[in-house]
């Protein structure tokens, strides 16, 4: 991964939050809360370049991403990981808003997709993304989808930290397996560029 990637992580948030408000101000809907409109985590935008892990509890698919030289890796491995859904998870997280408050009712949290992960019934991915200095600057349990809430984007059922759970405008975007985060194609050779294969040994 090179360098360039690695600004454009940093860079893209600040585009997406400006993308985000554009839609708020064209698709007015009902005011249920008196937080509504407001960014989840304002200071993820500024912290895109500082990020140094990202840890997703996501049942068997839980992975821990760690910063290394001009890339990330899996945290235990070191093996690497692609920029794409990286840049797709800051991105989106940074789009949040506020749009209503729900349940606090942990008898209800499955109905959401907001049970604890690893959980029975309808449990949801924890996400936590922290700087160089250990501080954290977006964490939060994701639930089910919500395509009532107007605009493209839609809204995502959310827990941040208390018994409070929330309905946010916006997706989160994971991949849905954990392969989804590596490259699996990390020799990258031309077949032009071949001119003799050998094979050796039994």
């Given at each position: 991964m090179k360098t360039k990637g690695l600004i454009f992580l940093a860079g893209l948030t600040i585009v997406a939050v400006g993308a985000t408000?554009?839609?708020?101000?064209?698709?007015?809907?009902?005011?249920?809360?008196?937080?509504?409109?407001e960014v989840v985590f304002p200071d993820?935008?500024?912290?895109?370049?500082?990020?140094?892990?990202?840890?997703?509890?996501?049942?068997?698919?839980?992975?821990?991403?760690?910063?290394?030289?001009?890339?990330?890796v899996a945290a235990g491995s070191n093996y690497?990981?692609?920029?794409?859904?990286?840049r797709d998870l800051v991105a989106t997280l940074a789009n949040?808003?506020?749009?209503?408050?729900?349940?606090?009712?942990?008898?209800?949290?499955?109905?959401?997709?907001?049970?604890?992960?690893g959980s029975k019934g309808e449990a949801g991915k924890f996400v936590t993304i922290k700087k160089q200095n250990g501080a954290v600057v977006a964490s939060l349990l994701v639930g089910n989808r919500d395509m009532s809430v107007g605009g493209s984007l839609g809204g995502t059922y959310a827990k941040l930290g208390d018994a409070q759970s929330y309905l946010l405008?916006?997706?989160?975007?994971?991949?849905?397996?954990?392969?989804?985060?590596?490259?699996?194609?990390?020799?990258?050779i031309g077949r032009e560029s071949i001119a003799k294969i050998e094979l050796n040994g039994g």
């Open positions: 408000s554009t839609i708020l101000r064209t698709n007015p809907s009902r005011i249920v809360s008196d937080r509504r409109g993820l935008p500024g912290a895109g370049g500082d990020i140094t892990l990202i840890d997703i509890q996501d049942g068997d698919r839980s992975i821990a991403i760690e910063r290394k030289d001009n890339g990330f690497p990981v692609k920029i794409e859904p990286l949040l808003r506020f749009e209503e408050a729900k349940t606090a009712d942990p008898a209800r949290y499955s109905d959401l997709g907001l049970g604890e992960p405008r916006g997706e989160v975007k994971i991949p849905s397996m954990k392969a989804d985060w590596f490259d699996a194609n990390l020799v990258k």
